[in-house]
């Protein structure tokens, strides 16, 4: 499968603690984007990067919250210190040509 | 503020007919307008995309028709099959970005 993947596919994790999440895009797509998306809503914009480099970041994207993509390849999201309001399915997406992008399956977390 | 707003939040068609999801924006330059469709448990999945020098694009079963005075582009899911039964989410990609911003989503259920 050429996809994109990402995990875990659920995490649960206690109030306060470090979670990370993973995220392979297709192969030879230079942009990666992060988002979130909550129960019945679309999914809101976190982070994009061009290659290795971090080109936007969305104000939702407190300092608790730290996107990386060495070597233009994989991306991790770190959340530190999680809090309940974190809560939500966490969606990677990559994309080659100028806009159209592809999704993965998210990770789902729930912080208790 | 860059908003995309989308209705209606539900819709409930015969197998067969039509279904209609309409989005509106305001106030922003978007040069992208992509819809996408996510089953539950999965991430988005691209069915169309448009730019707004095309009034009008078809697919299948699908069609965008986009009005750029009115700010308004709708999609037209005809046929509608209970397979179609998911939820459709419009986005836009402010001019110069490559960040989708979603609406809020419509829940499509097609009866058999």
């Known amino acids: 499968d050429t996809g994109v993947s990402q995990n875990p596919r659920h995490k649960i994790t206690k109030r306060g603690q470090n979670v990370t999440f993973r995220c392979d895009p297709i192969?030879?797509?230079?942009?990666l984007y992060w988002y979130r998306q909550t129960l019945g809503q679309g999914p809101e914009f976190l982070t994009y990067f061009q290659n290795e480099a971090q080109l936007e970041k969305s104000r939702l994207l407190s300092d608790r919250f730290s996107a990386e993509r060495p070597k233009g390849s994989f991306s991790t999201l770190e959340i530190q210190r999680t809090e309940q309001g974190d809560s939500a399915m966490y969606l990677c997406?990559?994309?080659?040509?100028?806009?159209?992008?592809?999704f993965g399956p998210g990770t789902r977390l729930t912080v208790l | 503020q860059q908003q995309v707003k989308q209705s209606p939040q539900s819709l409930i068609v015969q197998k067969g007919g039509i279904s209609i999801i309409n989005c509106a924006y305001e106030?922003?330059?978007?040069?992208?307008f992509p819809w996408y469709q996510q089953f539950p448990g999965k991430g988005p999945a691209l069915l169309i995309a448009i730019r707004p020098d095309v009034s009008e694009k078809k697919e299948g079963r699908f069609t965008i028709s986009f009005n750029k005075s009115a700010k308004q582009f709708s999609l037209h899911i005809m046929d509608s099959q209970p397979g179609d039964s998911a939820t459709y989410f419009c986005?836009?990609?402010?001019?110069?970005?490559?960040?989708?911003?979603f609406g809020t989503g419509t829940r499509l259920k097609v009866l058999a």
């Open positions: 986005a836009a990609t402010p001019a110069g970005t490559y960040k989708y911003i």
């Open positions: 997406a990559s994309s080659l040509s100028l806009n159209e992008q592809f």
């Open positions: 192969s030879e797509h230079n942009r």
């Open positions: 106030n922003t330059a978007f040069d992208y």
